[in-house]
């Protein structure tokens, strides 16, 4: 058994090795939709399906678990999944499998607050208010996923949402670091006109973009604190593991790549980020 990881594409990577730092003798097996990618701009329904026959591949080559690094995917298809298909699907194989996401840890480090907490409504005013920015696909903006949930638990963030249509696309392709550079710059400076300042923290909510955190950190005002989806998930994922010991990850340390797309090696900024060639195999 292992853990699987989906992603439409190379950004879950940055998930993916938050994991296995954390998880070393665990077995992996990863998979890009990059036939599919990327998934922002596509309809719900479409995102859902695809999510679900990504599941289905990761559940065959052997994973009991399945994490969604993807933000468009855990919030458009995430719920979906886990109410309406995978309980059936639990039943037709008679295994223990599960669907997670990556919203719920970000939602929690962002707010320094558990899930389960809700805001205590007293209808008093917020005597200050900090920002929060959220950078993020044109399908996880619109879905207001980081806007409905942190505002039933914290009162006191505000949360505004930029969408960057072209940037996931631009690392997918490899595009040089002066063009991802002023597209970084570009959204950064939309969002502070929007809102009037700089967010006082931001989220960088598709896992494309921990690829270029960099450029995000030049982009922004010196000491912004930026919040990493990779390591609030393998928290997450660890307290997951101590509640839910059924859940099998393996202990030889395999690790498989698998892509929808074209099997081979990676483009340069991913090799540069994972800091040697990766090869995907066909899905």
């Not at 599960?98 to 805001?119: F, K, M």
């Amino acid at each position: 058994m292992s853990i699987g990881v989906f992603d439409s594409g190379v950004g879950g990577l940055t998930v993916h090795r938050a994991l296995v730092e954390r998880f070393p003798q665990a077995d992996f097996v990863y998979l890009a939709d990059q036939a599919n990618a990327p998934y922002g701009g596509r309809p719900g329904e479409e995102i859902v399906e695809l999510t679900k026959a990504g599941c289905i591949r990761l559940f065959d080559a052997g994973a009991s678990l399945v994490v969604l690094a993807c933000n468009t995917a855990s919030a458009i298809a995430l719920r979906r999944l886990q109410q309406t298909w995978l309980p059936g699907y639990r039943r037709e194989t008679g295994r223990s499998l599960n669907v997670l996401g990556i919203i719920v840890p970000t939602i929690e480090a962002a707010t320094g607050l558990p899930w389960e907490h809700e805001a205590d409504r007293r209808d008093e005013q917020v005597q200050k208010v900090d920002i929060l920015g959220v950078f993020s696909t044109p399908g996880t903006a619109n879905s207001r996923v980081f806007e409905i949930e942190i505002d039933k638990r914290k009162q006191d963030l505000a949360v505004f949402s930029e969408p960057c249509p072209n940037l996931a696309r631009l690392i997918e392709q490899d595009a040089s670091r002066d063009v991802l550079r002023t597209e970084v710059e570009g959204h950064v400076k939309v969002l502070k006109s929007r809102v009037g300042r700089h967010p006082d923290r931001a989220v960088l909510g598709c896992t494309h973009y921990e690829i270029i955190a960099d450029l995000f950190r030049d982009a922004l005002p010196d000491g912004t604190p930026l919040i990493h989806q990779p390591g609030a998930t393998a928290d997450a994922l660890a307290r997951y593991f101590e509640r839910h010991p059924e859940y099998i990850a393996g202990a030889g340390g395999e690790r498989r790549f698998l892509t929808t797309g074209t099997p081979g090696e990676q483009n340069g900024l991913v090799a540069t980020f994972w800091g040697a060639p990766l090869r995907f195999e066909a899905a």
